[in-house]
């Protein structure tokens, strides 16, 4: 069945470079099950998993996984200090099957605030699957999308102070350069699961013309079949960008 789904895929060619997902509902997902909410963010990275391979089967070449976010420090601490040390089992169980599938890891976000082990968990990763050219895996972690612009608002100042940037040559491109995710093309399609119609402080600046696909179910339920259906969608979709219809 989902294998069907792949190949419409592929039949209709028109195959998302950079997918992009507020991997939401991890918390709802376990108060159903009468659960702590960790489970439900345990259980959640099965679904990472299932969805890196599915997007590398499909042909995406760039993936973003929103895993925590710079509001994310307001909740309990211990929600917190877990999510942390699941993400630093996840590196570790995972490098290696990362590594052989091909995907390069980079972390986005302001990693130097984490805690040392965090930090050194995902400094570790990059490091280890650097060489992957199968598809480039962006976590984010620790990010803001605000606070992506004013990280990025600070350095090009420096450098225009510098004498590096005149700062009549700035425009969209190089300002895109200063961002986390410099060098890689904007999101064609953002996914958000549990329903919510938000954008969370997510990609403020890149998601500008990327289409939003938004499902009820809930992360840790989501598999390789959503994620071909969230891309089937997406083929559907005329993106006009700002111009007249193509026609489609
Ligand atoms: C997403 O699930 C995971 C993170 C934000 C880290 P949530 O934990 O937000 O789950 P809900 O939204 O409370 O159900
Ligand atoms: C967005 O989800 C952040 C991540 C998925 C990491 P949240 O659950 O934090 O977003 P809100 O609070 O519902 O907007
Ligand atoms: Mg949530």
Known sequence: MTEVLLEEIREN???PVHIAVIMDGNGRWAKQRGKPRILGHREGMKS?????????????????????????????????????????????????????QGVRVRAIGRIDELETSARRAIRSIEEYTREGNRMDLFLAINYGGRQEIV???????????????????????????????AGAPDPDLLIRTSGEMRISNFLLFQLAYTEIYVTDVFWPDFRREHLFRAILDYQKRDRRFGKVSSGK
């Open 13 to 15: 060619g028109d195959i």
């Open 151 to 181: 990280d990025a608002v600070r350095a090009l100042s420096e450098d225009v102070a510098g004498g590096k940037v005149v700062s009549g040559s700035i425009d969209e491109a190089l300002f895109g350069g200063y961002l986390y995710t």
């Open 48 to 100: 990472v998993r299932e969805v890196i391979e599915a997007s590398g089967d499909a042909g995406v070449k760039c993936l973003t996984l929103y895993a925590f976010s710079s509001e994310n420090w307001n909740r309990p601490r211990a929600e917190v200090m877990a999510l942390m040390k699941l993400l630093e089992r996840y590196t570790e169980s995972e490098k290696d099957e990362l590594r052989s």
